[in-house]
């Protein structure tokens, strides 16, 4: 039988702020797709937020979704810089996530990034086997590309196959389709649903 209800969310956003973010259509996408994800948070909801260029930096952790509304000004209080270390992002998202993960919650990392990778180990079946490795911890890896405009698709989309969670395009129109999606990935209506199939003996021979 389906459950339906709602869970508690632990968040850990790695959100790229290199060189090739500062173009203003990345600025105005990323902006918005903040925005929207704050308006999906309660106060029940945990928050950790991870700016990224040549190195991690720890901009929130465990900040409260009644928060939410600081996510922008957390992220550009911020300068960019050249440079972008995707993988060691990563680690440190990965640490965070674990620290405030919490049975029965959604526990999800959020990359926010338009996939220029180009420090540390960029290549995307390295960096995969680390989203790998967050699945097997229960850790859900969705994915904001920022800018359709010369976004990194065969990185992001190689990460995105190999983690439990999901690949947005994020632009700058002012939609409120990144946020419905969002609001599906987070808000499950049902688990542990069981589904019956009947073969058709006629049609069916064997089945494995």
């Known amino acids: 039988a389906a459950a339906l209800r709602e ?5 850990t956003l790695l959100v790229d702020q290199s060189g090739s973010m500062v173009r203003e259509d990345r600025r105005a996408a990323m902006d918005h797709a903040l925005a929207q994800l704050g308006g999906l948070l309660t106060k029940a909801d945990l928050v950790t ?25 957390l992220v550009n209080q911020t300068s960019s810089e050249g440079g972008t270390n995707l993988e060691e992002a990563m680690k440190l998202g990965g640490e965070m996530a674990a620290r405030h993960q919490l049975a029965g919650a959604q526990n999800r990392i959020v990359l926010f990034t338009d996939g220029a990778a180009n420090l540390g180990n960029a290549k995307p079946e390295r960096l995969a086997e680390l989203v790998k490795s967050f699945r097997q911890k229960g850790l859900a890896f969705d994915i904001a590309g920022i800018g359709a405009d010369g976004l990194n698709d065969r990185l992001l989309s190689e990460l995105a196959r190999n983690g439990n969670g999901r690949y947005y395009v994020v632009g ?37």
């Open 172 to 208: 700058n129109e002012q939609n409120d389709s990144f946020a419905r999606q969002l609001a599906g990935a987070f808000r499950p209506a049902a688990e542990n649903v069981k589904v019956q199939v009947n073969f058709n003996p006629h049609r069916v021979g064997k089945y494995k």
């Open 49 to 73: 937020v991870i700016g990224f260029s040549r190195i991690p930096h720890l901009l929130a952790d465990g900040m409260t979704g009644d928060q939410a509304a600081k996510l922008g000004e």
């Open 7 to 11: 869970k508690d969310e632990r968040l």
